[in-house]
């Protein structure tokens, strides 16, 4: 069963089940991923490493909102976001500890031999597919900057 098919027998549990959050969520994912489906020129069926990358995408835009919303003051939109966020959350791998994040940053500089800032889109670069999914670019791009300041 790929991914797309168990977000949509997912989302028919969420509804026979009343779950409302659950429902309009996986709603929203599911069009999020049939658009990315038939963007470009010709439409294609995505991998489940194509699936997974809209979901990532969804759950970094949920967080974004729900710290926007926590800026301007409207909490009850930010819980909102937070819950859609944590559904999305259950479809995403496990994300990498900040222990985990350092250890493999630090595997990349001593792979790439870089020493200096002007080295992190080397670093990146090996980094990327270790951490495909399991932790947010920014974080990583935090790490990275870190270890190579040092």
Not at 8 to 19: E, F, M, N, P, V
Request: proline share 2%; glycine share 8%.
């Amino acid at each position: 069963m790929t991914l797309k098919q168990t977000l949509q027998s997912d989302l028919t549990a969420a509804i026979k089940g009343r779950d409302q959050v659950r429902a309009g969520t996986l709603r929203m994912a599911l069009a999020a991923v049939t658009n990315a489906e038939v963007a470009g020129d010709a439409a294609k069926e995505l991998t489940d490493a194509e699936t997974l990358a809209v979901l990532t995408k969804e759950a970094k835009k949920r967080r974004e909102a729900a710290e926007a919303y926590d800026g301007a003051g409207r909490a009850e939109l930010a819980d909102k976001e937070r819950a859609e966020l944590g559904v999305l959350e259950t479809y995403l791998p496990q994300q990498l500890s900040q222990d985990e994040l350092r250890q493999l940053v630090a595997e990349a500089i001593a792979e790439t031999g870089a020493s200096s800032p002007a080295g992190m889109g080397q670093v990146m670069k090996v980094l990327q597919p270790k951490i495909a999914g399991r932790a947010d670019g920014r974080q990583v791009a935090d790490a990275v900057k870190r270890a190579l300041a040092n």
